[in-house]
């Protein structure tokens, strides 16, 4: 009668030096990740500080925006504007995001040139540790450089007479343009690869600026504008990053429950517009994912 051999079971328990390199060889990728996208961005801050120009009219445009637009208005009827005291205390918001979001809009013309001067090529053959380092650091840029305008303004409006925020609201005026700075940075990084040149891109800006901030609440109320208008601009992203910016503004004793803008379908609360900012810049990023892999492969 012949007797059948169970072969032994192989000896599944992984080997700790195995799982140390293992974990070794990703702490490394982390590393070199961070490493490559400290490099980039350094780089880029270089080029800004020997061609601060970009930096210097993004901060005095704002500025002369706050002092012509608010010496424009400053006879209006008081209660005009809502609550708030002056027409350069509601503006100031409407500037900040608006500075934040032009300068956002531009990120994608640094590495469109990149590209077309063949840099970019010199990177994606580079021996990087991810390629999505390029990508970082132009994001990481262009937000450092949107919460330094931001900062300047706050700073000038103040000095305007608009008034300063408490700590907490400058902390959630910081949060609400990183988010903004961030989903629109995406967008521009997206149309950098995806445009056959900078002219193209530029176009998409020029085309884009303007209908964007009128079609939103920097400007006026939603109350001054015709019901079409109070629809699309409750639409708006920068609405949402407006309304609490301005509420700050005049209440120290704020809440995510707090409303901050009467849409024509219902009010909008503070938190609320938090999460439409924040759904809008995980949409942003997600979108792009599939076109980035395909430019960066």
């Known amino acids: ?3 059948t051999v169970t072969p032994p079971k192989p000896n599944t328990i992984a080997h700790p ?3 140390a390199q293992t974990n070794t060889t990703a702490s490394n990728g982390f590393a070199d990740l961070v490493q490559e996208t400290l490099a980039l961005t350094r780089r880029l801050f270089i080029q800004l500080q020997r061609r601060p120009s970009t930096l210097v009219a993004g901060i005095i445009q704002p500025v002369m ?3 012509l637009f608010g010496a424009l208005f400053q006879n209006a009827p008081q209660g005009l504007f809502g609550n708030s005291s002056s027409y350069g205390q509601f503006l100031g918001a409407g500037v900040i995001v ?3 979001f032009a300068g956002a809009l531009n990120a994608g013309l640094p590495v469109m040139f990149d590209r077309e001067f063949g840099f970019l090529n010199r990177l994606l053959v580079a021996p990087l540790a991810s390629r999505y380092s390029i990508v970082l650091a132009s994001a990481l840029f262009i937000v450092s450089q949107s919460l330094l305008q931001a900062a300047v303004i706050v700073a000038a409006a103040a000095f305007l007479g608009a008034g300063l925020p408490n700590i907490a609201g400058l902390g959630a005026i910081a949060f609400i343009v990183f988010l903004l700075a961030l989903g629109v ?3 521009s990084l997206g149309l950098a690869f995806a445009l056959p040149g900078h002219i193209e891109l530029i176009a998409v800006i020029f085309v884009t600026n303007l209908p964007l901030l009128f079609a939103s609440t920097a400007l006026a109320p939603l109350s001054f504008m015709p019901k079409w208008l109070q629809i699309v601009a409750s639409l708006n992203p920068l ?3 407006i309304e609490p910016i301005r509420y700050l503004y ?3 004793d704020w809440s995510l429950s707090s409303i901050v803008m009467q849409a024509p379908w219902g009010t909008i609360s503070f938190g609320g517009a938090l999460l439409v900012l924040l759904g809008f810049s995980f949409v942003a990023l997600v979108s792009i994912q599939p076109l980035l892999k395909r430019s960066l492969a």
């Open 250 to 252: 005049l209440h120290n």
């Open 17 to 19: 030096g195995a799982i």
């Open 1 to 3: 009668m012949s007797s």
């Open 98 to 100: 608006f500075t934040a």
């Open 239 to 241: 609405s949402y990053a």
């Open 185 to 187: 940075t995406a967008l």
């Open 65 to 67: 925006w706050l002092v």
